[in-house]
């Protein structure tokens, strides 16, 4: 018998609603922001991402599901979202549009990695990036949609996380005392960071094995070694952010898993989670843009990743609703009046009301308990008696009380109330 190949996923109907709900909040605050939606094709040209992303890092060096198609060409299926759309805004000359331009995507993420609690091999993403402006108040605004998006569904016990982590400027002298840092320490590095103390030093800090961790703790802070220019950012980003009453920690430890991450990084964890468990993340990357072209764009932006906000949902037991299903369930009962009844459901349906025909091989106590089995609260019944006289049988299920009712102004009466 076939399964889901590893780390993926199947998302049952019953699980919908939990993918429905995060989908209607965060169209509602991408719409309240001024953002536009944006679709990319799900694979690239694979050096979109070593260019963007960074040769040195784990996604590009292990994650990527790279493969060389017919035509001889190296693509890459989407290890993440943010590279894509600067290609678009690059490609489509977006440049001309007014200045920043808000985009917003919804799109499957691919990875070759451990699969671990809300994080799949192949996972789906919303995130919002805004593009053509430096100021740091953009910055605060990406963060406010972030955490507007993260409170709007209800998620309570949860941190917001920012750093400075300087740019191209002030970052090579930070990182330079960093791997001077953790050069003292290098016995006590897991195999992975003795690679990353060589190729990207940041990662470091960012390790979640338990002694690379604990060196974390008194590790050099990129805040403290910024340039004039990301210090003024930094500072006035901090500024509005008290202005907006938003409740945010600096950690010192925050740094992000991608190179073309500037100053600004943030991230949304649940209060008992920790870095593993980040529930949505990004951060300014200034310099993305003019590695994949020829203009110096600045741009900020975040992803959350919808398997994982749908098991904080379930964590924190906020209530879903469920999704729509139908209001009445039609049996037929008799050797006519199958037709009937499917011309009833045809009817119904095109009024805008919800109606499920009973399985023509049951009796009318199986299409009863089909109905119970389905939660439907009313049982509609046609019989031959019922057709003679132009009539259907409304039946409460919770109360088990039958009215006959004329089917024309049955009709016309639920039509009205759809409508």
């Not at 470091?204 to 060196?215: F, M, P, Q, R, W």
């Not at 003024?232 to 898993?257: A, C, F």
């Not at 991230?267 to 989670?273: K, N, W």
Request: hydrophobic share 35%; glycine share 10%.
């Amino acid at each position: 018998m076939f399964q889901a190949p590893r780390g993926t996923a199947d998302h049952l109907p019953e699980e919908q609603k939990y993918w429905r709900y995060i989908e209607s909040k965060a169209l509602d605050v991408a719409a309240r922001f001024g953002f536009g939606r944006i679709d990319t094709p799900t694979f690239e040209d694979s050096n979109l991402f070593v260019r963007s992303v960074g040769e040195g890092t784990d996604i590009v060096e292990k994650e990527m599901y790279t493969f060389e198609d017919r035509g001889g060409d190296s693509v890459t299926l989407r290890p993440e979202g943010t590279a894509p759309v600067c290609r678009a805004y690059l490609e489509h000359g977006m440049h001309n549009l007014p200045q920043p331009v808000r985009m917003y995507y919804f799109c499957p993420v691919f990875r070759y990695e451990r699969p671990q609690a809300g994080r799949f091999r192949q996972h789906h993403q919303f995130g919002v990036e805004v593009l053509g402006d430096a100021d740091p108040s953009v910055d605060a605004e990406v963060i406010d949609v972030a955490w507007d998006l993260m409170t709007s569904m209800g998620l309570t016990d949860i941190n917001l996380l920012i750093n400075s982590i300087g740019d191209a400027e002030c970052r090579p002298a930070y990182v330079s005392k960093l791997r001077d840092y953790y050069s003292g320490h290098s016995a006590n590095l897991c195999q992975d960071c003795k690679g990353r103390l060589e190729r990207n030093p940041l990662r470091l800090l960012d390790c979640k094995v338990e002694t690379c961790h604990a060196l974390g703790n008194d590790a050099p802070k990129s805040a403290e070694h910024l340039c004039e220019a990301c210090q003024e950012h930094w500072e006035k980003l901090l500024t509005y952010l008290d202005s907006m009453g938003l409740p945010y920690q600096i950690d010192h430890r925050l740094v992000r898993g991608l190179d073309y991450y500037t100053r600004t990084v943030f991230e949304v964890q649940p209060e008992d989670g920790g870095g593993q468990s980040t529930i949505c993340g990004g951060g300014r990357y200034d310099g993305l843009i003019s590695q994949l072209g020829d203009r110096d764009i600045p741009g900020i932006g975040f992803a959350t990743g919808l398997e994982r906000l749908t098991l904080n949902l379930k964590r924190s037991e906020v209530p879903v609703p469920d999704e729509p299903s139908p209001k009445y369930l039609i049996i037929n009962a008799g050797a006519n009046a199958r037709v009937a009844a499917l011309e009833l459901s045809v009817r119904l349906r095109r009024a805008g009301v919800g109606a499920i025909l009973g399985s023509g091989s049951r009796g009318l106590r199986g299409q009863m308990r089909q109905a119970n089995a389905l939660s439907i609260p009313y049982v509609l019944i046609l019989g031959e008696d019922e057709i003679a006289k132009g009539e259907v049988m409304v039946r409460d299920m919770e109360s088990s009380q039958e009215e006959a009712r004329s089917l024309d102004e049955f009709i016309e009466e639920v039509a009205r109330a759809a409508s």
